[in-house]
């Protein structure tokens, strides 16, 4: 059962100028969103396993944040050249060949070995640490490029895990005065999609809206009541799962048939971006039931 909710006109306006973008700060974000798993897990019969795997990935880039050697900064002129042609400085294209990368993804591998998991996830963990450069190249250029082939989806869950931590770690030393609005929907840091977007209710920011980059964890401010897929604002309803007093719900653009989740954190402060996206994967069933398509990229939930 969902409940459609008409969007609120007041959503419109009446609110201070917000910052474009929040960079990530790579140790405290996945040190938090691995907590929220934990206790996501801990409330959830069908999900919990999970979750609970979910989280100790996540425990891991954390641990890796603090202990891996910084990457190289971008240069300078990179970053200002980007700005004046309206782009994001961050070039995923190019970084599926960065040796850097490479060398996270050699130490997420090495590291999720000590864990336990699943079979199907120890056999995609043993297949990609025996792959050779051109196969884990092209598993980081399907992360980059924010898709994952539905016959593949485990290998690409700890490329997923390389290129977020590095790619956070990248944003997290950008200036954030210096990015620009690139157009609805895209990530102005390294030109990503959106896993969720989230209503902050975080003093004079109450009520602003920011996206969440699948990829380099960036947030970035959008108008509410506006499709993150085309950018259209004249068909905007909500969807959710039993009640319309819910803090996690699809924001469903009728112009694009397409949909992405919302997360009402001035509700619920606790909701992470990523984290309760997995959480509420009954959301994601029902929709798939639906024409509808879903807006949202997130590794964690690819396959359903």
Request: aromatic share 4%.
């Amino acid at each position: 059962m969902t409940t459609t909710i008409q969007p609120d006109p007041s959503a419109i306006g009446g609110v201070p100028t917000a910052p474009l973008a929040f960079l990530p700060k790579p140790l405290r974000l996945f040190a938090t969103r691995a907590k929220r798993l934990a206790f996501l897990a801990q409330h959830s019969a069908n999900l919990g396993p999970w979750l609970t795997f979910l989280g100790q990935l996540v425990e891991l880039q954390a641990r890796l944040a603090e202990d891996l050697p910084r990457p190289a900064p971008l240069p300078a002129d990179r970053i200002r050249l980007a700005r004046e042609n309206r782009m994001p400085p961050i070039d995923r294209a190019a970084l599926a060949a960065d040796p850097e990368l490479h060398s996270v993804l050699d130490a997420v591998l090495s590291q999720a070995a000590a864990l336990d998991m699943p079979e199907p996830a120890r056999i995609a963990l043993s297949a990609v640490t025996a792959a050779d450069l051109a196969d884990r190249h092209w598993l980081l250029e399907n992360i980059l490029a924010d898709r994952i082939p539905d016959d593949s989806v485990a290998p690409h869950l700890f490329a997923a895990l390389a290129v977020q931590l590095h790619l956070s770690r990248l944003a997290s030393g950008l200036p954030a005065d210096q990015l620009v609005k690139i157009r609805t929907g895209v990530c102005p840091a390294c030109g990503g999609r959106p896993a969720t977007s989230s209503v902050i209710g975080v003093g004079d920011l109450d009520g602003v809206r920011y996206a969440a980059c699948a990829c380099c964890q960036t947030q970035w401010n959008e108008v509410r009541l506006t499709c993150l897929c085309c950018g259209q604002t004249g068909q905007i309803s909500y969807r959710s799962v039993e009640t319309d007093q819910a803090t996690v719900r699809a924001e469903v653009c009728g112009d694009c048939d397409s949909w992405v989740k919302v997360l009402y954190q001035n509700k619920n402060p606790s909701l992470e971006p990523i984290a309760d996206d997995v959480a509420s994967l009954g959301l994601d069933l029902l929709m798939k039931d639906t024409p509808l398509r879903r807006g949202g990229f997130n590794p964690f939930l690819a396959g359903y």
